[in-house]
């Protein structure tokens, strides 16, 4: 069964709902796992959530990703715009991948309005605050389902 889902937070999200607040809103970053995992559980999906402020790690997270996971939801934050090490990983992953921005890169300073894993990810979500999370949540299961018939 293809059940098997990550999501990897980037740098600074540990911060959520601490940080800039007109951006990303007042959920903290806890209560948005709590939100992932019971949206996920509701959906039958097994669902890891990860954070790191390392790039290399997350390259390790996407490395390590291929064999144990299904699909995985991104928001690579301030790496999205920097990190070819981050798109090359995500380019060996051969399964549905979602970008999730919590805030509109494209409403935002010029530097933010290019994504360097945009054009290899399956879809993506951006400007919808942190439901943007859930909504990808869904978006993956229905792909999944799709892939298991
Ligand atoms: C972000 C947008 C990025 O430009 C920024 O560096 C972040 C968060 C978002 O979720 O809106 O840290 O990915």
Same mark, same amino acid.
């Given at each position: 069964?293809?059940?098997?889902?990550?999501?990897?937070?980037?740098?600074?999200?540990?911060?959520?709902?601490? !940080?800039?607040?007109?951006?990303?809103?007042?959920?903290?970053?806890? /209560? %948005?796992?709590?939100?992932? +995992?019971? $949206?996920?559980? #509701?959906?039958?999906?097994?669902?890891?959530?990860?954070?790191?402020?390392?790039?290399?790690?997350?390259?390790?997270?996407?490395?390590?990703?291929?064999?144990?996971?299904?699909?995985?939801?991104?928001?690579?934050?301030?790496?999205?715009?920097?990190?070819?090490?981050? !798109?090359?990983?995500?380019?060996?992953?051969?399964?549905?991948?979602? /970008? %999730?921005?919590?805030?509109? +890169?494209? $409403?935002?300073? #010029?530097?933010?309005?290019?994504?360097?894993?945009?054009?290899?990810?399956?879809?993506?979500?951006?400007?919808?605050?942190?439901?943007?999370?859930?909504?990808?949540?869904?978006?993956?299961?229905?792909?999944?389902?799709?892939?298991?018939?």
């Amino acid at each position: 069964m293809n059940n098997k889902i990550i999501i990897i937070n980037g740098p600074n999200l540990n911060l959520l709902g601490e !940080r800039e607040q007109s951006q990303y809103g007042s959920t903290t970053f806890d /209560e %948005l796992k709590q939100n992932c +995992i019971s $949206k996920s559980k #509701e959906l039958g999906l097994d669902v890891e959530f990860s954070q790191s402020n390392i790039e290399g790690e997350i390259v390790n997270l996407i490395q390590e990703s291929i064999k144990k996971f299904d699909g995985i939801i991104i928001n690579a934050a301030a790496f999205t715009h920097t990190s070819i090490a981050i !798109r090359d990983a995500l380019s060996v992953f051969k399964k549905p991948i979602i /970008e %999730l921005h919590i805030s509109n +890169i494209y $409403k935002r300073e #010029e530097f933010r309005h290019k994504s360097l894993i945009s054009d290899i990810v399956t879809g993506g979500i951006f400007g919808l605050g942190s439901d943007g999370y859930i909504l990808a949540i869904i978006s993956m299961q229905k792909l999944l389902k799709n892939e298991n018939q």
